[in-house]
């Protein structure tokens, strides 16, 4: 079932959607992040009319996801200009995923300023380079380069062109969320000993109102500039097709090695 196909499973205007996850998009024993918080995302947005656009999120992944699942959201506040909104995903071991996100209608400002150094991006993947992960696992949703990853490589930084196989007619945003967490933790690739890992939160900060990219490559980008004690500190960067950087975010991951 494609990322479309789950989103459609949603009723406008209901507080709780009985949603069930397919193994093809689990990682290990949960779901893959990037779905959940896509899931809470729909939600939220189907919980009130004529919400602005995304600015911000905050991201928990509490627990284990997988099977059936009940995603909720409710209104904390809203304003003239900013709408606050909490989701929550429940399934049978209580509650694994919480969000906080931020509507905001944009407004004029003095300020005009970036400053987010791009990579050297290599060339989009043409369809004889790329490949898709396995059934069972979320990146047989997934397409990217077959040197995909560089572990255990004494890299802190990991960086690679993404796409959903099926990302036609998807909302931008829901897209964007999507695939914004498809590489794994950048510490990876600095570990020198086998070990599980897992993101423990996700923050997201929208850059821009409607993003868009070619043909569904999105350029996604994670660099560990701390890890010790167990845990270990990312900035996340997506860009898209014309090196435009879209959205940024920060994870705090747990390292069991």
């Given at each position: 079932m494609n990322l479309a196909s789950l989103l459609d499973k949603f009723t406008p205007g209901a507080?709780?959607?009985?949603?069930?996850?397919?193994?093809?998009?689990?990682?290990?024993?949960?779901?893959?992040?990037?779905?959940?918080?896509?899931?809470?995302?729909?939600?939220?947005?189907?919980?009130?009319?004529?919400?602005?656009?995304?600015?911000?999120?905050?991201?928990?992944?509490?627990?284990?996801?997988?099977?059936?699942?009940?995603?909720?959201?409710?209104?904390?506040?809203?304003?003239?200009?900013?709408?606050?909104?909490?989701?929550?995903?429940?399934?049978?071991?209580?509650?694994?995923?919480?969000?906080?996100?931020?509507?905001?209608?944009?407004?004029?400002?003095?300020?005009?300023?970036?400053?987010?150094?791009?990579?050297?991006?290599?060339?989009?993947?043409?369809?004889?380079?790329?490949?898709?992960?396995?059934?069972?696992?979320?990146?047989?949703h997934m397409q990217y380069p077959d040197k995909r990853l560089e572990l255990g490589m004494a890299t802190n930084r990991l960086a690679s062109w993404h796409r959903l196989t099926e990302h036609q007619g998807l909302d931008p945003i829901a897209e964007l969320i999507c695939i914004g967490d498809a590489l794994p933790p950048s510490a990876m690739g600095i570990m020198t000993e086998k070990g599980m890992v897992s993101s423990m939160?996700?923050?997201?900060?929208?850059?821009?109102?409607?993003?868009?990219?070619?043909n569904g490559w999105w350029y996604l980008s994670s660099e560990t500039h701390h890890a010790a004690n167990g845990a270990s500190s990312q900035y996340m960067t997506v860009w898209n097709s014309r090196g435009e950087a879209v959205l940024k975010g920060m994870q705090s991951v747990a390292i069991f090695a």
């Open positions: 507080t709780t959607h009985k949603i069930s996850i397919p193994p093809s998009w689990h990682q290990g024993r949960t779901s893959y992040g990037g779905l959940s918080s896509v899931l809470a995302y729909q939600a939220a947005r189907l919980a009130a009319d004529d919400l602005p656009p995304l600015q911000s999120a905050q991201i928990a992944f509490v627990g284990p996801l997988a099977g059936d699942v009940d995603v909720s959201a409710h209104i904390l506040r809203r304003g003239k200009n900013t709408a606050f909104l909490q989701a929550e995903i429940s399934g049978t071991d209580g509650v694994g995923l919480t969000c906080n996100f931020i509507f905001m209608n944009r407004r004029q400002s003095h300020l005009d300023y970036a400053n987010i150094p791009a990579p050297d991006f290599p060339l989009i993947p043409t369809d004889d380079v790329v490949r898709s992960g396995p059934p069972e696992f979320f990146t047989g939160n996700w923050q997201i900060n929208m850059l821009t109102d409607s993003p868009t990219t070619e």
